[in-house]
């Protein structure tokens, strides 16, 4: 602390204050799981108000009303309590619009992907949106839950209720393994310690809770919550009569329609392609992130009180990470570059107050997440929330053609950073784009997720017809022999390679095209081995026909010169 004082006093035009995800004392005496870096936030400046998309429920003086008789019915309460009724401004949270709300008709509602792809355009460019649907679940997900699935319980994940201030020495967890509960349990426990705070287990309004959210993490001290975070399993009921669970937004359904690239996955995917349920309480929170590969994700909120949601549209990530690196972490990660930034977000354990991404111009937007409301987050859109009380949620990730360009720069900056794919979106790419190949086109088709994905496949094609062209011609004496695994993966970037790859006795394992370069200064003269699927030049000729269509070859060429520059530096 001396340290920070020290620093406060020399930067007074640029006061900061590190924080970061305190863990506080584990309750249960569990060793923590993980170890994070400190956190930085820097103070916030003012900015210009802009145009609300949508009002807020409640007004300022309904809300000064409000917070005046909950700190007076609860004036017994303890004297950290009473600190936190103390100064602390939150005009910044009126300053964060909100994000579109569609109210889709039964008819409109009948096929997920074509009611997707009719506001994409508008509501991509917030990065998340609500879809409040027509149909009401018949059968309770508590029912659900304790019927249908007899025996279920969950296991919590404890979350430090602050933002602490630390130096660069010091490391923090962000959860911790807590206790197994029934739901009937959570829920009991829940509500107790929502009455214990506020009096009250529910009905609060939302811009109070999320004033009181944000106060309770800068100036909370020792408050903790728990969260049921990857529970496996649906609250959407097998009953043929729930009208909900029979139509085509059934998470355990949706990941596998006709128009999902998931569904051409040979094994399922926890999380990816099944569901998981999201039980939480009063303030559990779930930090900073994007969904894995940039895929779309979609969340249904089946029973308890609401969520608010922060979400940063794909066209701000590249901000949003330089905001992150320079201002949050602030020379403490161990990448250079966004791609830092992107490394430690993927672990989920950040958390700021959106106020940071004002102060720096970078859009965000917000959402009042309802019983019976999905959430659904665009590709490559970072965002992050908490609760407001007991709740139930269930999510699951999809991806439409349009996903595929995001899933190209997530399959290159995952091997920038030797990271392992989730889903192999070479063989998904590639799968897609010959079924495509095939098909009838209708006249009142949306053409512009399939040009997506024709764009797609011909870069990767080009890009893998350029890594051979370079492979022999820097080793001649390379043997070609035919492919017929599926994917594997790269031992030195990791990443796929599903077109081909290459083997030597300097490796024990498969090198991806890309690291041409190392091959050709390989001293194990003709044992180089080049293998390439068998059916290469079928694909080859397919992204040819891709390309003589209308703007395409344009945008390949566009493409290609700005990948080459990162395949070139080996990377």
């Known amino acids: ?149 007899k025996g279920f319980k969950f296991t919590t994940q404890v979350q430090p209720l602050r933002l602490a201030t630390w130096d660069n020495d010091d490391k923090i967890s962000f959860h911790f393994r807590g206790r197994n509960y029934t739901l009937r349990n959570f829920e009991s426990m829940a509500n107790q310690e929502a009455a214990r705070k506020y009096c009250v287990s529910g009905c609060l309004p939302s811009a109070y809770l999320e004033r009181e959210f944000w106060n309770q993490m800068e100036k909370g001290k020792r408050g903790t919550v728990e969260y049921a975070i990857n529970v496996d399993g649906s609250a959407f009921s097998r009953s043929s009569g729930d009208p909900l669970s029979g139509s085509k937004w059934n998470l355990k359904e949706l990941p596998r329609l006709h128009w999902c690239t998931l569904r051409l996955l040979e094994n399922a995917i926890p999380g990816v392609t099944d569901p998981m349920l999201y039980i939480g309480m009063l303030f559990s929170m779930f930090a900073w992130h994007v969904e894995d590969h940039y895929l779309y994700s979609i969340n249904y909120h089946h029973c308890g009180a609401p969520k608010t949601w922060y979400g940063v549209p794909s066209n701000a990530a590249l901000q949003f990470e330089n905001v992150v690196q320079h201002c949050v972490y602030d020379r403490l990660l161990s990448v250079d570059g966004e791609d830092g930034a992107f490394n430690v977000l993927a672990e989920k354990t950040t958390l700021f107050p959106p106020k940071i991404l004002l102060q720096h111009g970078v859009p965000v937007y917000k959402a009042v997440q309802m019983p019976g409301e999905f959430v659904i987050t665009f590709p490559r859109a970072y965002h992050a929330g908490f609760s407001h009380g007991f709740n139930c949620g269930e999510a699951v990730n999809f991806a439409a053609a349009d996903w595929y360009p995001f899933g190209a720069e997530a399959s290159h900056r995952y091997a920038r950073l030797r990271k392992m794919p989730v889903i192999p979106y070479e063989e998904l790419l590639c799968k897609e784009a010959m079924l495509v190949s095939e098909y009838e086109i209708k006249e009142n088709a949306d053409l512009v997720p399939l040009r997506c994905l024709k764009i797609s496949f011909a870069c990767l094609l080009r890009l893998h017809q350029y890594a051979r062209w370079s492979i022999k011609k820097s080793r001649p004496s390379v043997n070609i022999h035919p492919k017929s695994q599926g994917t594997i993966f790269c031992i030195i970037c990791r990443r796929e390679c599903y077109l081909g790859h290459l083997m030597c006795n300097c490796y024990t394992d498969p090198i991806c095209l890309f690291h041409g370069s190392l091959i050709s200064k390989c001293p194990c003269g003709s044992s180089c081995n080049l293998f390439i699927r068998d059916d290469i030049r079928e694909m080859e000729d397919v992204a040819k026909m891709f390309e003589q269509e209308k703007g395409i070859h344009r945008e390949v060429e566009r493409q290609m010169r700005r990948w080459l520059l990162s395949v070139e530096d080996g990377r």
């Open 1 to 149: 602390m001396s340290m920070m004082k020290q620093k406060k006093t020399v930067q007074k035009k640029t006061l900061k204050a590190r924080h970061t995800l305190s863990s506080g004392t584990n309750p249960h005496n569990e060793r923590l799981k993980q170890d994070r870096p400190s956190i930085v936030i820097p103070a916030l400046t003012s900015t210009k108000p802009k145009r609300r998309l949508h009002s807020t429920r409640n007004s300022s003086s309904s809300l000064h009303l409000l917070q005046e008789a909950v700190l007076t019915k609860c004036s017994s309460g303890s004297q950290e309590e009473d600190e936190l009724a103390g100064s602390f401004n939150p005009g910044w949270m009126d300053k964060i619009h909100h994000c579109p709300v569609y109210h889709p008709s039964t008819d409109e509602f009948d096929d997920p992907f074509v009611y997707l792809q009719k506001i994409a355009p508008e509501a991509s460019k917030y990065g998340i949106c609500k879809v409040v649907s027509p149909l009401i679940s018949s059968i309770p997900a508590g029912v659900v839950l304790m019927k249908e699935k």
